[in-house]
């Protein structure tokens, strides 16, 4: 399926904002850059980096979290024949910012930036906190348990605390493999 010149568009004018937010972040600190800057680098209006990012500074680095709920739900859904639902999740959580190792350039330096600004690690934090829900739905259907079972809730919310809490320790991929360790020993049926 080919995409139509708006559609492309789209995508040029947030990719040009995305690209622009992330040099002046680097250059002068997320805190020291205004939307107006930003816009201005880009060559739009601060109406069209809003239209683009209605989460404001953070969205721009992070986006809307909506990408990390699908992925995150079907690491569980998706998983191969024989991986256990914990194994998936530490499987996905190990390809993404501080726990990957083979990162392209672009997403290695944002991701040096979410870990170093306070305001983007508190943004990322409640990104993955949002989808509590939907990992515990996933979990249910997995299991065959009611979706409002306690033990699943606290499990999707431990998994969605691991990427903040790994991912300040000097070995972020060590402390994941930690934390599934002591989920394994809570659920050891998942």
Not at 122 to 128: F, K, V
């Given at each position: ?10 995508a ?56 990390r709920g ?25 390809t993404r ?64 605390e ?11 991929l ?17």
């Amino acid at each position: 399926m080919t995409t139509g010149r708006r559609e492309r568009k789209k995508a040029a004018t947030r990719k040009a904002l995305s690209d622009a937010a992330l040099e002046l972040f680097l250059a002068r600190g997320f805190d020291k850059v205004t939307v107006a800057e930003i816009a201005e680098a880009a060559d739009t209006a601060v109406s069209t980096l809003f239209a683009h990012f209605p989460g404001g500074k953070e969205a721009l680095v992070l986006g809307d979290g909506g990408e990390r709920g699908a992925a995150l739900t079907a690491a569980v859904r998706e998983r191969a024949d024989g991986t256990s639902v914990l194994d998936a999740l530490r499987e996905f959580l190990a390809t993404r910012g501080p726990f990957a190792t083979d990162l392209p350039r672009e997403f290695r330096r944002r991701t040096e930036l979410v870990l170093a600004t306070p305001a983007l690690r508190a943004h990322a934090r409640a990104l993955w906190a949002s989808n509590e829900s939907a990992l515990a739905h996933a979990l249910a259907e997995e299991t065959g348990r009611a979706e409002d079972d306690l033990s699943l809730r606290v499990l999707a919310r431990f998994v969605l605390e691991i990427p903040d809490l790994a991912s300040r320790e000097p070995d972020p991929l060590a402390a994941l493999d930690t934390a599934f360790a002591h989920l394994r020993r809570g659920w050891p049926d998942l």
